[in-house]
DNA sequence: ATCTAATCGAGACGGTACGTCGAGTCTTCCC
DNA sequence: GGGAAGACTCGACGTACCGTCTCGATTAGAT
């Protein structure tokens, strides 16, 4: 990963001389830039406002994070850190299909108008880009990706690519979701669901 | 449509007294305005830049346009619009397949830096939203749910929910362009319209 | 005079094309400097303060004047333009008591605090150094050089060193001002006075 | 005098316990505030270089200084506190003379950058105005005032008032110093003595 | 042949957010 | 308890872009 999020660990190891990080500080902080972005969205979220909510001073915020976007995704990334763990009921097409629905019922909640936000900021600053991959995309994909595999040549045919297999299954999310056509409902996940297995099964 | 784009059909009839609109300056600052797109992005094109390049002044620009997505939505707009006819070779599956080709090809030009900043600009600017809607999205999704409608029954099976099956189409083109997790190839079009193709086809 | 503050004669006979300077604004951006200026002293203003009294933005102040200190240098200037002109009684110590009493007049009074930011504002910053000797300094001096000049060889002896002389009569009222060991009053005004010229009269 | 040299008295007297103030750390950080004092001036010297260059921490700097202008203060009082000491030739004039040489040698070497930031800080801060008038110039004037009591009646007319006499010969100085209008060199040393003593010699 | 009104280029304007810097305070560990 | 390291709050700095406005100059149709 990029520069964007520090890696911690280091710092909790060999914890420097001088007066260590205030983690209160940086929880308030990134608690308050969460509440801004979904009650704003990204581009109308100001780092005066994150700092003044947070009782923090801008100073700080730019100490630990080189810009907003920087900022926002730390605090995008704790708030779904532990979000949409995928299900696992012994039937593929269930747990596809659960994933999915949960995945919807994220982006039509507060959650939507950031995550717009930032595949919106991704656009124009490739490190929010790489950190959207690293941190919300790539564990999801690796998710099913080894449900898959672990599927192939049971349910599910073998000669099969996996990468756009996935793509098949959450980019019609992120395309009504950006693209705005057409509601986002869990019948839409179900439908989904539906057609994409009906062209991957074994007959 | 909204505000984004006024209706130039009264322009044309009331011609009040007065200098008329220079229509040479409204190319210029659409002409520049699109160059300047493809090659800084969305987030980094400036007014200024597209004044200065098009040797207008600001006030001209917005004297015909609301703000700035405005102009560069009817940059985009008047660049695109003959593109991406849809091909018809009297098979289905070959018409989507080039399609795909086509529009992959589109984005993985000049053309699609613009296009990801359009999409980015939408998620925080209503107006924008409609406008590539109505602009860019509706139209490609017109054509070719027309033309599914053609083979409904026939080379497609009856029972198949079309506008989900155009977003499975097109999704996956928008999802890599705005994730960039993957190359947009050729290839990439052959393999999503087979794997699409399998789940609909009659048996 | 450097780029601290610009000519405006340019100005007033090549009117560029554009829309002209707000002269109104510039004014209130001034006044509100000087104000700014005498209530607070030269350190303590900001140019966010200046702009929001003046009703202006920082923009403004930024496009006209390189930094602070070049505001309150031309605010200060306009103040003093017509102050102090140099009495003429036909008696030269006279003038020169005159002179000197209403300079201590000038400096006990609110625009003592002023003149004290701004010397201390020329200690680092060499256009102010070079503002305050050219806007303030050199006039009252060329002043008093001409007088001198006229009753040389009469009242005045003819040997005597006008630059040095006039830093004598001078440079104490600075001295006073700036270091306070002692006040400076009308009393002191003559007293110098009087020293000074019983150095350089003709026996 | 002010809170801004702290009484070193009850340091070495009610030694508390724990660890007694480090020496070597007060000599180092007053070592590198001259030093950044000469090379950058008052202005442009920070407290974090003070810091860096001495190798101390800030804390230690402000729990023994109240300010940066008091840290700045008592450096330049250590480095000024053996100069200038009056000459004693036996003739008032030649050691006033002399002493106006020292004074702007003094003043043109490294010192005088720190001088004239010294003079500067004083005008908006009220204890390193108070400390100016007591660790430099209030010396210097007593030793003068001491040397022209003692020849008063003498060489010196008897009626002359000291105080105004003092400011006559210290005062060009500072004003060549602070205005730039002109060079202070060691000719001007003998010019200014010489006007002045044409004023107050018996006759 | 004016008059009138809308347009044009140029560029100054108010507003808002940005990211930076220095002063002075506070917190941790080490001695 | 003193000291080094360094994080913290506060507040000002100077910059950039947006969308508006005000000039003088231009360009037609209306009178």
Same mark, same amino acid.
């Given at each position: 990963?990029?520069?964007?999020?520090?890696?911690?660990?280091?710092?909790?190891?060999?914890?420097?001389?001088?007066?260590?990080?205030?983690?209160?500080?940086?929880?308030?902080?990134?608690?308050?830039?969460?509440?801004?972005?979904?009650?704003?969205?990204?581009?109308?979220?100001?780092?005066?406002?994150?700092?003044?909510?947070?009782?923090?001073?801008?100073?700080?915020? =730019? !100490?630990?994070?080189?810009?907003? &976007?920087? /900022?926002?995704? %730390?605090? #995008?990334?704790?708030?779904?850190?532990?979000? *949409?763990?995928?299900?696992?009921?012994?039937?593929?097409?269930?747990?596809?299909?659960?994933?999915?629905?949960?995945?919807?019922?994220?982006?039509?909640?507060?959650?939507?108008?950031?995550?717009?936000?930032?595949?919106?900021?991704?656009?124009?600053?490739?490190?929010?880009?790489?950190?959207?991959?690293?941190?919300?995309?790539?564990?999801?994909?690796?998710?099913?990706?080894?449900?898959?595999?672990? =599927? !192939?040549?049971?349910?599910?045919? &073998?000669? /099969?690519?996996? %990468?756009? #297999?996935?793509?098949?299954?959450?980019?019609? *999310?992120?395309?009504?979701?950006?693209?705005?056509?057409?509601?986002?409902?869990?019948?839409?996940?179900?439908?989904?669901?539906?057609?994409?297995?009906?062209?991957?099964?074994?007959?």
């Amino acid at each position: 990963m990029s520069s964007i999020a520090r890696d911690p660990v280091d710092e909790s190891i060999s914890r420097g001389r001088g007066r260590p990080r205030d983690e209160v500080a940086r929880t308030r902080i990134l608690d308050s830039a969460l509440e801004t972005l979904e009650e704003l969205g990204f581009a109308n979220t100001t780092c005066d406002v994150i700092a003044e909510r947070a009782g923090a001073s801008k100073a700080t915020i =730019y !100490r630990w994070w080189s810009n907003k &976007a920087a /900022v926002l995704v %730390e605090a #995008l990334r704790e708030a779904v850190a532990l979000e *949409l763990p995928l299900p696992d009921t012994g039937d593929l097409r269930e747990d596809i299909r659960q994933q999915l629905r949960n995945f919807i019922k994220l982006l039509t909640g507060r959650r939507g108008l950031a995550f717009r936000g930032f595949v919106a900021a991704a656009q124009s600053d490739p490190e929010v880009s790489e950190a959207l991959r690293l941190v919300w995309v790539a564990p999801r994909r690796a998710d099913v990706k080894a449900r898959f595999e672990r =599927y !192939r040549g049971k349910t599910l045919r &073998a000669d /099969v690519d996996l %990468e756009l #297999l996935i793509d098949l299954i959450y980019a019609p *999310l992120y395309y009504r979701l950006l693209i705005g056509h057409a509601p986002l409902s869990e019948e839409y996940a179900d439908a989904l669901t539906d057609l994409v297995f009906a062209g991957i099964r074994l007959h």
